[in-house]
């Protein structure tokens, strides 16, 4: 970590309210450039709704996220991913029916095909950017170990699989930050393993982690610094060890045991 640096993402007094429920009450922390953070807490404490806040589908109802010196709080989820942060979903979302090779190419951006009046009047233009989508897609498959299934149906291939095609979907943008939501959950020990490794070698790559994460085996051995989050506050933040040792963290989850 870089210490002195200004952070990469930075939440301040976040709330999300639907109706009369604030699932966000009030959150603010930071993000350190190029580090892996955990953000931890109970079920129902609000880490998916705020990944939804930060990406820009589920706008705060107030407070502010600033990306990279960018005011993020207004934008549209796709101008967002267009600054490089890039999610992936506590329930992975591919295309079923395509393959997991037409997945990873449809993640990438600006695909000039898209317009469509580009195929018919830049036709070389488009069969140039679809190669290239398509060579970058091979490589970020191979990436995440997954070329062995690359013409399989997404809506086919093993849950742990899944959580691997997620990240290889979000790899397609070239993300300085990636929010990870529960990337362990339903993921069998091995692939798990080859999981970890890839997000210690995407760091080290110079990719900042944000992840949600209740495998505290896996956070407290990947991340440098947790954000601890209850009944959508910041309970505790700091380094794993000063997190794990906080009462108030130990009542929050010892809360949700005794309910
Ligand atoms: N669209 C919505 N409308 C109404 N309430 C919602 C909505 N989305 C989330 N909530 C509520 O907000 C609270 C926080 O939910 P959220 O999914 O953010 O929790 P979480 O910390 O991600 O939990 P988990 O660890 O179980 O995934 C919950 O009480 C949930 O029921
Ligand atoms: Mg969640």
Redesign the pocket.
């Known amino acids: 970590m870089t210490g002195t640096a200004p952070p990469i993402l930075e939440v301040s007094d976040a709330v999300?309210a639907?109706?009369a429920?604030r699932?966000?009450d009030g959150a603010s922390f930071a993000v350190a450039p190029g580090s892996i953070t955990g953000l931890i807490?109970?079920?129902?404490?609000?880490?998916?709704?705020?990944?939804?806040a930060i990406a820009g589908e589920?706008p705060l109802t107030s407070g502010r996220v600033t990306f990279d010196g960018h005011d993020i709080t207004r934008l549209d989820a796709y101008d967002i991913y267009r600054l490089k942060l890039a999610r992936t979903f506590?329930i992975p979302r591919p295309f079923p029916a395509m393959t997991v090779l037409e997945n990873v190419m449809v993640a990438a951006l600006d695909q000039a095909g898209e317009k469509f009046w580009n195929t018919w009047l830049r036709p070389g233009r488009v069969q140039r950017q679809e190669r290239q989508v398509r060579e970058r897609a091979h490589e970020v498959i191979a990436f995440c170990n997954l070329t062995g299934v690359e013409d399989n149906l997404a809506g086919a291939i093993s849950g742990g699989q899944k959580k691997l095609l997620e990240l290889a979907r979000v790899l397609m943008s070239e993300p300085r930050l990636i929010l990870l939501?529960?990337p362990a959950a339903g993921v069998n020990p091995a692939l798990l393993d080859t999981l970890v490794e890839k997000i210690v070698e995407i760091n080290a790559r110079g990719t900042t982690f944000l992840i949600?994460e209740?495998n505290m085996d896996m956070v407290m051995s990947l991340c440098q610094a947790i954000v601890v989050?209850a009944q959508?506050r910041v309970i505790a933040a700091g380094t794993p060890d000063a997190v794990a040792a906080d009462k108030a963290v130990l009542d929050a989850y010892l809360g949700e045991v005794a309910a």
Request: net charge neutral; no cysteine; proline share 4%.
């Open positions: 999300k639907f109706g429920m699932a966000v807490g109970p079920n129902g404490a609000g880490k998916t709704t705020l990944f939804g589920n506590q939501d529960e949600i209740h989050l959508g």
